[in-house]
């Protein structure tokens, strides 16, 4: 079974902070995702990367950038938190374009 | 653009009573569909998918759904709901050749005992 770990369940910072959000799969996934999510607005696509050091902007990346520097991990980064950017953030990844992602369980940012 | 629009917000059922979720896309071209599931405190969950072929397919959980090209949906559908379904469900699609999901916003459902 696909495992995509997210390093942590619940995050509380403070404005202006730089803030690392981490994520791991285990399956040798080619594409990786970060998403947002907020209540009535679904999930909201920030960043997403089909390959290491390679990475696309989706829907909603102000504010936000990424890193992939191994193929099993892919990092959201807040540059300079701010209180509008607490949400919900779900990492995915998935094998090939079109195959179904695979979701961490998520991290429960708080930005005071 | 495309869109997944999930009319409905906020759905309650009876335990054992039958289930539908509705789901419509707008894109063009053959979409690639899928239905996937959230429960409290935890990430989404894939119920079933559809590509091509059978316009029926079938998913974990008992759950199936159907594509309908004249209507663009894809209903998800359960024949009779256990208390452990209340979730939030997800529709999604993603273009041919893209490998960008766009979500409907979701419909939470909550099941009466």
């Known amino acids: 079974d696909v495992k995509v770990t997210q390093s942590s369940r619940y995050l509380v910072k403070r404005t202006g902070e730089k803030v690392f959000l981490e994520c791991v799969q285990d399956m040798d996934h080619e594409n990786m995702f970060w998403y947002r999510q907020d209540p009535g607005l679904g999930l909201r696509l920030i960043y997403f990367s089909y390959d290491v050091k390679m990475k696309e902007k989706g829907d909603i990346p102000e504010g936000y950038s990424v890193s992939r520097e191994k193929k099993e991990r892919f990092s959201l980064i807040l540059e300079s938190a701010s209180t509008n950017q607490t949400s919900m953030y779900l990492c995915?990844?998935?094998?090939?374009?079109?195959?179904?992602?695979?979701f961490g369980d998520g991290t429960r940012l708080s930005i005071l | 653009a495309q869109s997944v629009t999930q009319p409905d917000i906020h759905i309650t059922v009876s335990e054992g009573a039958s289930l539908e979720l509705r789901c419509n896309y707008s894109y063009g071209a053959t979409p690639y569909l899928f239905w996937y599931v959230q429960s409290p405190g935890q990430g989404l969950q894939l119920l079933l998918k559809?590509?091509?072929?059978?316009?029926l397919v079938q998913g974990i959980k008992g759950f199936e759904a159907e594509f309908k090209r004249s209507q663009s949906s894809f209903n998800l559908r359960k024949p009779s709901v256990h208390w452990s379904d209340a979730a939030e469900y997800f529709c999604a699609d993603t273009t041919g050749g893209g490998n960008k999901l766009t979500f409907g916003t979701g419909t939470q459902l909550k099941v009466e005992l």
């Open positions: 995915a990844s998935s094998l090939e374009v079109m195959q179904p992602q695979h």
């Open positions: 559809y590509f091509s072929g059978d316009t």
